[in-house]
């Protein structure tokens, strides 16, 4: 009986431990993708899961032929196998020779080449941890699917590439995906790329906790309400994004008055280094509000207070340390005046019976006339100051010379400093807008403008020489500013104008050629042939 009660209990905690209704322990992902996807998955009742798969690599280019070698490589193997295929041939005509399979793709059967799959890239392929790029392409990505990313993501450590083409997201997908991002510590790219979504708001990707470097939204229908969404969070008089640094807004529909929208972004971003506006509808209207970013503008009232506001944080006492004003210190009547005056009354009393005696005295001995010739030698030398703005190599050159004296110091740590100072470059940060050198013209305020972009693509928009003659007054501007200042401030270095409503021999498109072409990077003058070396001679003797 006692056995029998036994059975019956085991199968009702085994038929408990099944029931579907219970909610099962929460799932730690481990950081294995495939094997977290796959349980995450089977939890979420899902079936007929995409395959994780390695990313194809392209074929490595072939060695060139070699003559000479042929001979040489030819072996023994090679030419038996050679032979018995001629004798095969031979003893059946009907026969022919078999292809080899191609090198340079795959042949997969189309259903299996369409079914849907998950692409990664690993660096080390033997460690299913490694995943450092995932490629989602052609299928759709739902809400139960997005909550599978959301678990499995962020446990990715060296993940910092996610590429979304053409994968149906809409306004709930692209708001949880943009929630999670953040969380993934190392992604810095992002392709979502042929999602169009109805609500358009790609801006919740770059909000404040975003850690993304490098956007691409292309082919997303990305209209005017869309940019004005992007632009002010590019940046606006009270905030400004500071981890973004490429954006490819090409192949969308954003026109003139978009383009206004995310000048108007570009005011205060001293971040964005290259922006891409290829392929849209953007006219002569929008081409001047990108010039005038690039030159220089007036602030409007808002951006006017916040200025004065900035200015006098930047001055207050609390920050660099300094005395606050009269205004701040407290009434006199709140320390003794009267004890602090009575000894400062001695003291100088001492002071001067001190030097009344001296001079009775007579001179002293000549070692102490010795050393204070010696303090007078070293008093006439000026004495160095350390300049207030010093670069960090300039910090790590002092410390390098301090540590010269001590023992302790041996000479790989010395090595290991001098490297550490050549491989870290000294990076440059633009100032804030509001802290630049402004100027009064007609009783506004006029700063200079956005010199940290240095890459613009506008080609293959509705631009026509009205456009140009903005883009060539901006660029004139920036010439002048970056001849009397840092070379960092240099401005646009490329600048893509193709297929706009210009011709070719348009006389400011050649203009805005010429100039853009010393600013290239990549620019090599050409070098002078002897013919023209003699023709520049005989020009200077006829002068």
Not at 7 to 19: E, F, L, R, V, Y
Not at 287 to 292: G, I, M, P, R, V
Not at 458 to 480: C, D, F, P, W
Request: hydrophobic fraction near 30%.
């Amino acid at each position: 009986m006692g056995k029998k009660m036994m059975h019956k209990d085991k199968g009702a905690a085994q038929a408990h431990d099944d029931d579907p209704s219970k909610t099962p322990e929460p799932y730690n992902c481990t950081g294995n993708f495939e094997a977290d996807f796959a349980e995450l998955a089977r939890r979420g009742g899902m079936q007929d899961l995409p395959t994780i798969m390695l990313r194809p690599k392209r074929p490595s280019t072939p060695q060139p032929h070699d003559p000479k070698k042929d001979d040489k490589n030819v072996t023994a193997a090679a030419q038996a196998a050679a032979a018995s295929l001629v004798d095969d041939t031979a003893l059946d005509g009907t026969k022919e020779p078999e292809e080899l399979p191609p090198t340079t793709y795959i042949v997969k059967d189309k259903f299996q080449y369409f079914k849907p799959n998950i692409q990664v890239e690993m660096e080390n392929e033997n460690n299913p941890k490694t995943v450092t790029e995932i490629h989602i392409r052609g299928w759709k990505v739902d809400v139960k699917m997005m909550e599978i990313f959301q678990q499995c993501w962020p446990a990715l450590e060296k993940l910092h590439t996610v590429q979304m083409w053409n994968t149906a997201l809409n306004d709930t997908t692209l708001e949880m995906l943009a929630k999670f991002l953040p969380h993934c510590t190392n992604l810095k790219t992002l392709f979502l790329e042929g999602n169009c979504t109805p609500g358009e708001q790609y801006h919740l990707l770059l909000e404040e906790e975003s850690l993304i470097a490098h956007l691409s939204l292309r082919n997303n229908r990305i209209s005017d309400k869309g940019a004005a969404l992007l632009g002010n969070i590019l940046g606006n008089p009270k905030a400004t994004n500071k981890n973004l640094v490429t954006l490819n807004l090409s192949y969308n529909n954003i026109t003139s008055v978009g383009a206004q929208h995310l000048a108007k972004g570009l005011r205060m971003n001293r971040i964005l280094l290259s922006m891409s506006m290829a392929s849209n509808k953007i006219g002569d209207e929008g081409c001047k509000a990108f010039a005038e970013v690039l030159s220089r503008f007036k602030l409007t009232h808002e951006e006017v207070v916040e200025r004065r506001v900035m200015l006098r944080d930047k001055d207050s006492p609390d920050r660099l340390g300094k005395s606050p004003p009269p205004s701040r210190r407290g009434d006199k009547t709140d320390r003794p005046s009267s004890t602090r005056s009575s000894t400062m009354a001695h003291t100088d009393k001492d002071r001067r019976s001190g030097s009344k005696s001296t001079k009775k005295k007579g001179p002293e001995p000549k070692k102490d006339d010795t050393a204070n010739k010696t303090v007078k030698k070293d008093d006439a030398k000026p004495k160095k100051e350390p300049p207030k703005h010093s670069s960090k190599a300039s910090l790590a050159t002092n410390d390098t010379t301090k540590t010269k004296g001590k023992k302790g110091s041996s000479s790989k740590d010395k090595k290991g400093v001098a490297q550490s100072d050549a491989e870290a470059p000294e990076v440059f940060e633009h100032p804030h807008p509001f802290l630049e050198q402004a100027e009064t013209i007609d009783g506004e305020l006029w700063i200079p403008g956005n010199r940290a972009l240095i890459n613009f693509n506008l080609s293959r928009n509705e631009i026509s020489e009205v456009g140009l003659k903005h883009i060539l007054m901006a660029l004139k501007y920036q010439q002048t500013l970056a001849a009397f200042g840092p070379r960092h401030t240099m401005g646009l270095m490329r600048l893509t104008l193709t297929r706009n409503n210009i011709s070719a021999d348009n006389d400011t498109y050649i203009k805005l050629h010429d100039i853009m072409l010393t600013r290239d990077p990549f620019y090599k003058p050409a070098a002078k042939t002897p013919d023209d070396d003699s023709h520049s001679q005989t020009s200077s003797a006829k002068a």
